[in-house]
Structure formats: C-alpha cells, structure tokens
C-alpha cells in the first residue's frame, strides 16, 4: 500500500502567471473581489457561508486572509473573528489574543448560555462534557462524573437551572473543577483521581481557568498554535458555541449582510457531525447574522452539512489522492479539479461556477 502524504506542500507560486486587478474604492460595492472580475456578495447569495478546500500550499491561507482583510473595509461594521490553529492569520489591523501557558487570556467553556428556551447551567455541563469526552476520549462514568462535578461547581456559584435570574452569576471555571476533583480526592475517590489525571494537561495550560478575552474588537485574531490539539480542540469549540449562542440571543436579522464572520482555517481540529458548533453555525447562523468560513486541507474533516449548506465553496488544488471524491462532493468535473494550481480556484457562488485566479492577502496589501 502507498501511504498518504496529505500533507506534502504544493510548488511555490513564483512562477505562475501574475493575475489580477486590485479591490478599489469603485469596486467595494460589488463585494469581495476574489478574483478578476470575480466578487464574493453575500447579499446576492442564500448565505454568508464559505468552505474552502486545499492541499497545504494551495492557497487557504492567503485566500481567507484576503478575503478577511477585504471585508474590514467593505463590511465595516460587521466583526470578524479568527480561531487561528497554526498563528498564521495575522492579518493587518488586527487584536489579536494568544492563548498558552502564559497568556494571562482564557476561554471559559463553563459560560452559561442565558437563552431561556434552550441554556442554562444543566445544558452546558452536558455540552462541556461531552466536547471533553471527545477531544480527550473519555468513557461514559468518567463522563458522568465529570458532569457531576461541573454540576456541583454551578451550585457553589449559586448558579442553579430553575432560576434563571442566578445564570447570570459569575460562572465557575476549570479551576473550580480541579478544587472540586481534589476535594473528592482527599474523601478517598478512586475514580475522581483518574478524572483529574485525565484532565491533567486541561488544568495544567491553565487556558479554562482564566479570565476570558474581552469580544468588543472588530477583529479578534485568537491564537491557539501554541496548545496542543486536544486543548485548542476544546477552546475552539467552546467560542465557536459562544459565538452561536450569543448571535441567538441578539435575535434574527432583517438584511443579509452578517454581524460577525467566523473564520477557522485548517479546521481538522474542530469537532463536526450533529450538535457540533459548526454544523450548527451553518445550519442556524445566517438567520442570526453569523457567517463560517471554514477552510480545510481534506474533504474528511468537512462534514457533509458543512458543504451542503455553504452557499460558496472555493476548490483550490488538492492532494490526488482526494482528487475524485472533491470533484463529487463539491461537484466540480474532477479533470477541472486535477489541473488547478496553487491560488487558483474554482467557486461556486450559489448557482454560478468559474475558476477564478485568487487575489491572495500579500498582494492586497501593497
Ligand atoms: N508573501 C508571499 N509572497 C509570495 N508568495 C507567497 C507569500 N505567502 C504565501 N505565498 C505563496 O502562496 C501560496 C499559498 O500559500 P498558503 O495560502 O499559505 O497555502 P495553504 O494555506 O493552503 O497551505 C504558496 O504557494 C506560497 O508559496
Ligand atoms: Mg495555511
């Protein structure tokens, strides 16, 4: 058998023929120009939505950086929120809050969601336990106990689900699971001490167990590539679920033009299929005015959902291995999909299709 080499880097683009036409002042108003007489409208279009797909060196980077930096000036008043995994999304103008050992930032998955109809203490245990179990692959008791233990937590903050007047108290965070956890320790539980070993690394990049960062920026950069994937695994989700649960609480929009726009390049990390903050993004944000763009190296870290349902899907080159299955899903003829080189893209914008040369963010900035 051949191995995969998904992740082998595509040729630099040096010396591929230069495109392009700049995003003017004149132009703005058509949206996001993409590419030669190319622009990406969500007002045109059923969503706000994106997915991109690519091998590494295809483009992802440099075509969600573009499109980001674009929108700072067409989109002003919409915000833009970048969950960066390898500490790549700089972008110009940004704030950018790195979360690691240091970092005196946090996220806290433990948040209550105030929503009446569908938050409350109860729920987000459920939610956080079950995003741990997955990232850390714990088995249904530990699990149970986990939920257990956020429960007492909430109930030492006040924070109970039938009144929801006391939602609002501050919420516990990690470092109150890890008291909880030792305090159960010292009464002689066994299984408590597997939890905390479990959750170790958790307690120990102390990213749970902090204040988190203030929201009110334009464009927020969270940096995340100096976790490890587990970690960021859980942070990423628990903000992309934030995110989703505070758009619905604003209520649902009259225009189509988005208030915030997710970005999450290399999104191999984020957890997807049914409940996940993706899939519930894409399938309930565009009511709410929160956009996803969401770009990934393979097709298998994409659920179906998430393709389906994103009005724009831009296929940069991808490995060859992926070549036929990309061609399907994205339904593009898969010779079209073979031939593409690093930066050009072919885009399905609601029901128009083209290949398009990208503008890549280097090249807006000048
Ligand atoms: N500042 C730059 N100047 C010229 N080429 C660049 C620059 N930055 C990136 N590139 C090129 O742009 C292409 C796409 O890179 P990138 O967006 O990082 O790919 P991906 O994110 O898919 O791995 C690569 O071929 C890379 O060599
Ligand atoms: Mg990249």
Not at 38 to 45: D, R
Not at 151 to 159: A, E
Not at 306 to 311: A, E, K, M, P
Request: net charge positive; aromatic share 6%.
């Amino acid at each position: 058998m051949f191995s995969r080499k998904v992740e082998k880097p595509l040729p630099p683009v040096a010396t591929l023929p230069v495109r392009r036409t700049a995003q003017t002042e004149e132009n703005q108003t058509a949206g996001v120009l993409l590419g030669k007489d190319t622009y990406w409208n969500p007002e045109t279009l059923p969503n706000a939505h994106i997915v991109c797909i690519g091998a590494s060196g295809s483009g992802k980077t440099q075509t969600l950086k573009g499109i980001c930096f674009a929108l700072r000036t067409i989109y002003i008043g919409s915000q833009k929120i970048l969950i960066d995994f390898h500490g790549d999304q700089d972008i110009a103008g940004e704030m950018v809050y790195p979360l690691h050992m240091a970092s005196p930032w946090g996220i806290n998955p433990l948040t209550v969601n105030l929503d009446p109809e569908g938050g409350g203490p109860n729920l987000q245990a459920i939610a956080v336990a079950a995003v741990l179990k997955k990232s850390l692959q714990m088995g249904p008791n530990q699990e149970g106990m986990l939920l257990d233990v956020i429960g007492t937590c909430y109930r030492q903050q006040g924070i109970v689900q039938d009144d929801q007047a006391t939602w609002k108290r501050e919420a516990p965070n990690f470092a109150h699971i890890e008291a909880e956890l030792v305090a159960r320790i010292e009464e002689g539980c066994k299984e408590s001490q597997r939890l905390k070993l479990k959750l170790a690394a958790t307690f120990q990049y102390g990213v749970f167990s902090r204040s988190q960062f203030p929201m009110d920026a334009k464009h927020i950069r969270v940096d995340l590539h100096k976790l490890p994937p587990a970690i960021q695994s859980i942070a990423a989700e628990s903000l992309a679920k934030q995110l989703m649960d505070n758009h619905r609480l604003l209520g649902e929009m009259a225009g189509k033009i988005p208030r915030t726009f997710l970005f999450i390049d290399e999104a191999k990390e984020m957890p997807k299929g049914t409940g996940s903050a993706c899939d519930r993004i894409i399938a309930d944000g565009r009511k709410y005015g929160l956009a996803l763009v969401l770009a990934s190296q393979s097709e298998r870290h994409l659920s179906a959902d998430v393709i389906g349902n994103s009005s724009t899907k831009l296929v940069l080159p991808v490995d060859q291995t992926e070549v036929s299955k990309v061609g399907k899903k994205f339904r593009f003829a898969e010779v079209r999909v073979a031939g593409l080189r690093p930066l050009q893209a072919l885009c399905r914008l609601g029901t128009d299709a083209k290949q398009v040369e990208i503008v890549p963010y280097y090249e807006r900035l000048q």
